[in-house]
């Protein structure tokens, strides 16, 4: 049944576009998947039925599984089966009428004003390592922009000068704005430390590691947890804190819902709007504690 895999993992990637992030979290679920039926002594993935894969839920459920994980790994084996089902090599697909557990929503972890500042004051600028952290920091929470944006950046795609930079992503592209903070942050970053860092010329990712070649995802997840510690914010910070804080302050300074979705590359209004609702409870949160008859 491994067989299987390389070919899912080209089909996801050739026919379907799905990004390097999303084909590699399929491949992870439909993995552990398939370790789960040789456990079972099931060699043939045509014998599966939809009993198999409820059950695997449920032994997802045993092992204290998140709702959220076991809603993920539904939908790769969802996408597992149609890819299956479409090659001819099973009669039918055991997930179709299959229900996705309830995941229940947590708001966004959103940073106040000031420890978005304890954040910024951090890196040291007297080392290549710290500009380019500044200059990362900065431009994620200036422009809002995805973390797999952020490191997907190449040096054309920015223009300090004028204050924007372009993500582009499959056949889409955007502009998005960004402040003087973050433009200058950027501008040192390039002229200062960039050049120091990279070891081949010829390379045209924006921000790279301490090895010369383009940041990674892991990479910028310990950056921001070694600046979260020395800020010493309680909150658990993740890379994308900094983009829900973008899009929380706008709102709590009257920018219109629409213009945030085109920043954020929302596909559909309804994402952008859990922002606003984070405001209202802010604001009716200030309310109860403040008003004498609340």
């Not at 043939?44 to 894969?53: A, D, F, N």
């Not at 920091?137 to 190449?154: F, K, Q």
């Not at 921000?207 to 950056?223: D, H, L, T």
């Amino acid at each position: 049944m491994d067989a299987y895999i390389d070919q899912y993992t080209d089909f996801m990637t050739r026919i379907c576009h799905k990004s390097e992030n999303t084909v590699e979290s399929y491949r992870r679920d439909v993995l552990q998947y398939l370790t789960y039926l040789k456990e079972l002594g099931i060699t043939s993935i045509k014998k599966t039925t939809k009993t198999t894969v409820l059950s695997y839920l449920v032994a997802l459920k045993k092992k204290g599984r998140a709702a959220s994980t076991m809603s993920r790994a539904l939908a790769s084996l969802r996408s597992f089966y149609l890819y299956l089902l479409q090659n001819g090599d099973v009669d039918s697909d055991p997930t179709v009428s299959l229900m996705t557990p309830p995941v229940e929503k947590k708001p966004p972890t959103v940073l106040t004003n000031r420890e978005v500042e304890l954040l910024m004051e951090q890196p040291r600028l007297t080392d290549s390592k710290g500009i380019r952290d500044k200059a990362m920091l900065e431009v994620l929470y200036a422009t809002g922009i995805r973390v797999s944006e952020l490191i997907g950046l190449d040096i054309d795609d920015v223009n300090v000068g004028m204050g924007f930079v372009r993500c582009v992503k499959s056949r889409s592209e955007r502009t998005v704005p960004m402040g003087h903070k973050a433009a200058e942050a950027l501008g040192a970053y390039l002229e200062k430390s960039r050049g120091n860092l990279v070891k081949d010329e010829s390379e045209r990712a924006l921000f790279v590691n301490c090895s010369g070649g383009r940041m990674s995802r892991q990479g910028f997840w310990k950056v921001i947890k070694q600046y979260q510690h020395s800020a010493g914010i309680d909150k658990e910070i993740t890379p994308h804190s900094l983009r829900h804080s973008f899009a929380a302050h706008l709102v709590e300074n009257g920018a219109d819902l629409q213009s945030i979705k085109e920043m954020m590359g929302h596909a559909d209004i309804s994402s952008t709007q859990v922002y606003a609702y984070y405001v209202d409870e802010k604001l009716r949160k200030v309310y109860e504690h403040a008003h004498p008859r609340a």
